[in-house]
Each structure stands twice: as C-alpha cells, then as structure tokens.
C-alpha cells in the first residue's frame, strides 16, 4: 500500500519552501524590484535601504527559494527573477492580501491619502488608448529600468528629472504615467506635478510587470 502521508508531508515541504522564502517583508521588496529587471547587490541593497549584507542575506534566502538566480561580472553579482512565474505568485499574494485584509487598504489610506484624488486608468483602458493614439505614456522609473523593458513607445522621465524636463512633454494631449506596481509613489507624484502645472494626467493603476506579465506590448532599449 502506498504511503500517501509521506507523500503528502513531503510534497507540501517542498511547496512551504516558496513560503518561506517570501516570509520577509525586504524580500517581496527585493522581488518588486527584480519584476522590473536585472540589479546588482549594491543596486538592490541602495533602492532597499539596507546594508550590503543585509540585502545579500535576503538575496540568498530568495535564492535557495529558487525564485531568483544570480550571475557575476567582473567584482559584481548580479540578480533577476528565475522566472515570470514569481512575479505572477507575488501578484496572487498581492490581490489576495487586498481582498482579505483590511490593513492593506488602511496603510494605503495612512500614507497615499491623496490618492483617491488622482485620476487613473486600468491596464485594458490603456491598451485602448494606445491603439486610438490619443495619450502620452510616461514612464517615471529610473532609466535602468526603462532600458530592461517598458510599455511601447512610452517615453523615460524619471520622476526626480519630470519638473525639469517637463517641456519635453505636449500640453495638449492627456499623459498617463506609470511605474513598478499599483504601490510605487512614482507615479502619483508625477500626476500630481503635472496636474499642479495644467497638465491633464493620470496614473496608471498598475505597474510594468503587470502590463508585461498581461502579454501587452513592450519595447527593451
């Protein structure tokens, strides 16, 4: 008779280990950031405000996870999602922390509460808008992140360039910016900044990796 205890006890091991390796709030961090594209440990550590090995630390229990893999080059190890299959496990978590838990909409409340006076638009909304050609996409990333990939023919103003360089952009024709993910400020910054200057903007309720991860279209410099 098959021992269907040992299977299960071992098979669901295996699977907790997914959990575990998720069960830190820099490490759901650390994966947002690699949704976007490769980093080194010295890029992950800055953007997450840790030490050096710290981040190495985190990084390596993602590792052992299986949900990243590394590379080195030269003096420097280099990160990136083992397959688009973490991002979209992250983006499960996500939505079923959003529809379960109730903090999750009271943090956004604490600290986004300007939010709700922002204009936005859905990945499908978007996607038609584009087809109509009637909207400037602005991506607000970093440019390395850009360059690893960003919604077709979007243009790249970080949003700590965008008050300078705003001339770059029509006044005429409605500007939808967008960033890492539905909790990246970048974006809300920009809608803001560009409304408070007669710009007509609006955010994009999502961020890249769920636009890329949705099959739409996407460009790499």
Known sequence: MRNHRAF???INTQFARIAKALANPHRFEMIDLLAQGERSVEEIAVETE?????????LQALREGRL???HKDGLHVYYRLADPSVFKLVQAIRETAEQQLAE????VEAYLHDRGSLDSMSLDDLRSHIAE???VVLDVRPVVE???????????????????RL?????DVDIVAYCRGPYCVFS??????????GYKARRLRDGYPDWELAGLPVERA
């Open 68 to 70: 990243v893999v590394r």
């Open 188 to 197: 809300d910054e920009a809608v803001q900044l560009l409304s408070s200057r």
């Open 104 to 107: 999750v909409e009271q943090v």
């Open 133 to 135: 050609k009637d909207v």
């Open 146 to 164: 850009y360059q690893q990939g960003h919604i077709a023919a979007a243009l790249s103003i970080p949003i700590d360039e965008l008050e300078t």
């Open 167 to 171: 001339g770059e952009l029509p006044s």
């Open 8 to 10: 299960k006890d071992e």
């Open 50 to 58: 840790l030490s050096l090995a710290n981040a190495s630390q985190h």
